[in-house]
C-alpha cells in the first residue's frame, strides 16, 4: 500500500546530473517526504527529507513542486558509487518498489 | 555514534523450524521498526514499537511471526513455524526524537534462506 510511484529504472552518465523523481499525489498536509537509497546488500541509507521548500545538503536536492504531489531528487554530480536502488517514501515509513538507479562511465 | 545492530546477519532453516532474529537499535531512540525485504522488492513494514508498546503490527502474519521489545531497548522478531515464502532480509531501523520527522537508521540486516 506504497503511497508512492516511482520509475523502475534510470540510467545516468557519470558526473551528469541524475534526476529522479517520485509522484505522491495523495500526500497528506503534515507527511513530509522522505529519500533513502540502498547499495546491495546493505540497508537503506538516508539521504534527504521535506515537507514543502527545496532543500539541498551535501549529498542532494530535493525539489518539491508547489502542490506537493510531487518531488524529484537530485543528484548533482553522478558517480559509480550512486548506483543503488532509490525510494521516495510518504506516510513515514512505507516503502514502494523504487527506482534502481544505474551510473554508466 | 554506533549504528543498529543486528545478528545474525545469516540463517539457513528447514520449513517449518523457527528461527529468532535480533536488533540493538542506536542508543537513546525510542521508535524501532521491522521489515521484510524479499529479494527485487521494496522493504515492507512488519512492526513498528514505539518505547516496548506496539504502534502498528497491520502488516505482521500473527499466525507465524511474533515480535517483542520488552524493556524497551532491543527487540527480538521470531518466526515459527517458518516457509519458503519467509526467505527475505529481515531489517531493523530505529529513529530518533521528533513526532513528524527524523531519519531511519538501518541496520545491515538478517539474510534468512528457508529451505
Known amino acids: 500500500d506504497a503511497k508512492t510511484t516511482q520509475p523502475p529504472s534510470m540510467d545516468c552518465a557519470e558526473g551528469r546530473a541524475a534526476n529522479l523523481p517520485c509522484n505522491h499525489s495523495t500526500i497528506s498536509g503534515n507527511e513530509y517526504v522522505y529519500w533513502y537509497r540502498q547499495i546491495h546488500s546493505q540497508g537503506p541509507q538516508y539521504i534527504i527529507h521535506?515537507?514543502?521548500n527545496n532543500e539541498t545538503n551535501e549529498m542532494a536536492s530535493l525539489i518539491i513542486t508547489e502542490d506537493r504531489k510531487s518531488s524529484t531528487l537530485i543528484l548533482p554530480h553522478a558517480t559509480l558509487r550512486d548506483t543503488a536502488v532509490y525510494y521516495c517514501i510518504v506516510a513515514w515509513v512505507r516503502f514502494g518498489a523504487g527506482t534502481r538507479l544505474t551510473v554508466k562511465p | 555514534e554506533a549504528g543498529v545492530a543486528q545478528s545474525p546477519r545469516y540463517k539457513i532453516i528447514e520449513k517449518r523450524q523457527s528461527v529468532a532474529f535480533w536488533c540493538n537499535p542506536i542508543?537513546?531512540?525510542?521508535?524501532l521498526y521491522w521489515y521484510q525485504q524479499i529479494l527485487g522488492q521494496g522493504p515492507k513494514l512488519l512492526i513498528q514499537?514505539?518505547?516496548?508498546?506496539?504502534?502498528?503490527d497491520s502488516q505482521l502474519p500473527k499466525d507465524r511471526f511474533s515480535a517483542e521489545r520488552l524493556k524497551g531497548v532491543d527487540s527480538t522478531l521470531k518466526i515459527q513455524p517458518a516457509k519458503l515464502e519467509d526467505s527475505a532480509v529481515y531489517l531493523c531501523?530505529?529513529?530518533?526524537?521528533?513526532?513528524?520527522?527524523?531519519?531511519?537508521?538501518f541496520g545491515e540486516g538478517s539474510r534468512l534462506t528457508v529451505l
Open positions: 514499537f514505539q518505547n516496548n508498546g506496539v504502534v502498528d
Open positions: 531501523a530505529s529513529r530518533g526524537p521528533g513526532a513528524f520527522t527524523g531519519e531511519l537508521f
Open positions: 521535506g515537507l514543502k
Open positions: 542508543s537513546g531512540h525510542a521508535t
